[in-house]
């Protein structure tokens, strides 16, 4: 599939490229002294593909006439001229499509050249401030003065009395707290029991 497709494509770039092969143009060609014959490429012997600096030939064989020696094939006049004489025609025909060129570029850089002084106007104009009309040459009432009225303090809320902060309790000496702990002790400490058991008494 690939390569039928390369094909085609190849075939249709040699079409494109290639001069049509016509057998009306041979009774002209041997009319003005010249040869039918096949080429191996388009450009023939065509006077435009000689005095061409950069002629487009692709490889093709085509059938067409050969002119000889210091003569070409005229395309437009369907037969064989002196190459001098083309010469003329071609220096003629080039210097016209060279001043059509030039005029296009003019055309080119002055419309160029307009649109950016219509792109400057326009940012310029932008970037300008309104200015005031001025009517009957009398100019507009000046503005007062602004005065600049004082600032009145901001009062701060009042702010609610601090509770006051009792300092720690002071911690007695070590020795202190022994001692009543040893007074707590003694105080807690059950009465010692003498170890006989109590008889109660006959009444």
Same mark, same amino acid.
């Given at each position: 599939?690939?390569?039928?497709?390369? &094909?085609? #494509?190849?075939? #249709?770039?040699?079409? +494109?490229?290639?001069?049509? *092969? *016509? #057998?009306?143009? !041979?009774?002209?060609?041997?009319? *003005?002294?010249?040869?039918? !014959?096949? #080429?191996? =490429?388009?450009?023939?012997?065509?006077?435009?593909?000689?005095?061409?600096?950069?002629?487009?030939?692709? $490889?093709?064989?085509?059938?067409?006439?050969?002119?000889?020696?210091? !003569?070409?094939?005229?395309?437009?006049?369907?037969?064989?001229?002196? &190459?001098? $004489?083309?010469?003329?025609?071609?220096?003629?025909?080039? $210097?016209?499509?060279?001043?059509?060129?030039?005029?296009?570029?003019?055309?080119?850089?002055? +419309?160029?050249?307009?649109?950016?002084?219509?792109?400057?106007?326009?940012?310029?104009?932008?970037?300008?401030?309104?200015?005031?009309?001025?009517?009957? =040459?009398?100019?507009?009432?000046? *503005?007062?003065?602004?005065?600049?009225?004082?600032?009145?303090?901001?009062?701060?809320?009042?702010?609610?009395?601090?509770?006051?902060?009792?300092?720690? %309790?002071?911690? %007695?000496?070590?020795?202190?707290?022994?001692?009543? +702990?040893?007074?707590?002790?003694?105080?807690?400490?059950?009465?010692?029991? &003498?170890?006989?058991?109590?008889?109660?008494?006959?009444?």
């Amino acid at each position: 599939m690939r390569k039928n497709f390369l &094909l085609i #494509f190849i075939l #249709f770039f040699c079409s +494109a490229f290639s001069r049509p *092969t *016509t #057998f009306d143009d !041979r009774k002209n060609c041997e009319e *003005t002294n010249g040869a039918w !014959r096949e #080429f191996g =490429n388009s450009c023939i012997d065509e006077c435009e593909a000689k005095l061409d600096s950069y002629p487009i030939c692709t $490889d093709i064989t085509v059938s067409a006439c050969e002119c000889g020696k210091s !003569r070409c094939w005229d395309d437009e006049k369907k037969s064989c001229v002196a &190459l001098s $004489d083309y010469k003329k025609i071609f220096t003629v025909k080039k $210097d016209e499509e060279k001043k059509l060129a030039e005029e296009s570029k003019k055309k080119r850089q002055e +419309a160029s050249e307009e649109n950016q002084q219509e792109i400057l106007s326009n940012v310029v104009s932008t970037n300008k401030p309104e200015e005031k009309k001025v009517t009957n =040459n009398v100019a507009p009432p000046a *503005t007062p003065p602004v005065v600049e009225q004082p600032k009145e303090e901001v009062k701060k809320p009042a702010q609610p009395p601090s509770a006051i902060v009792s300092s720690p %309790p002071q911690i %007695p000496p070590l020795f202190l707290q022994r001692e009543k +702990a040893k007074q707590e002790s003694e105080e807690n400490k059950p009465a010692p029991s &003498l170890g006989l058991p109590i008889i109660p008494l006959p009444q």
